[in-house]
C-alpha cells in the first residue's frame, strides 16, 4: 500500500490521525490529494530535520484542536439530548428566529408555556442568551448536516 492507501483506509476506518506524507517521488497532483484528504503536510525528500520537526508540531497542534473540538461536541449533544421533547421544538423554532407568539401557534400551545419550555431549554443548554442558544444550535446542525432554518 502507498501512502495514499493507507490515508484512504484511516479515512474509512475513521481512525482520526494527524498524516505527514514524507517522499522522494511526490508530485503536484499527489500533494493535493493527499492535502485534500486531511494531510498536515507533504514533505519531499530531502528535508530538513527543522521542517519535520514543524510539520510535526503542526499535526499536534492540529490534533489537539480536533480532539478538543469533539469532546466539546459530544459534550453538546449530550445536552442536547437531556432536552424534553418539547424543550428541542422550542429551542428549534426560537433558533429559527420564530417569536414567542409564532412558536406558540405552531406548537399549539401558550406564550407562557413557550417562555417555561426556552428558559428550560437556555438552562440546560448552559446560555443565558439567545444569540449563543442560535450558535449551540447552528454548531448542532452543522454537525448532523443539517441546517437550523
Avoid: W
Wanted: hydrophobic share 45%; charged share 25%; glycine share 6%.
Amino acid at each position: 500500500m502507498d501512502g495514499l492507501q493507507v490515508q484512504t483506509r484511516l479515512i474509512e476506518s475513521k481512525i482520526a490521525l494527524p498524516v505527514i506524507f514524507l517522499t522522494g517521488f511526490g508530485d503536484v497532483p499527489m500533494t493535493v490529494t493527499a492535502v485534500k484528504k486531511g494531510a498536515v503536510d507533504f514533505l519531499l525528500k530531502p528535508f530538513r530535520e527543522h521542517e519535520l520537526l514543524a510539520a510535526v508540531a503542526r499535526a499536534i497542534d492540529q490534533d489537539r484542536t480536533q480532539r478538543a473540538d469533539a469532546r466539546e461536541l459530544k459534550a453538546l449533544r449530550e445536552t442536547y439530548a437531556s432536552l424534553t421533547k418539547r424543550e428541542r421544538q422550542v429551542m428549534n423554532l426560537v433558533c429559527r428566529g420564530l417569536l414567542n407568539k409564532q412558536v406558540a401557534d405552531q406548537l399549539q400551545i401558550s406564550e407562557v408555556m413557550v417562555k417555561v419550555h426556552r428558559g428550560h431549554a437556555m438552562q440546560k443548554m448552559g446560555t443565558k442568551n439567545l444569540p449563543h442558544l442560535v450558535r449551540l444550535a447552528d454548531r448542532l446542525a452543522a454537525a448532523e448536516g443539517t441546517h437550523s432554518d
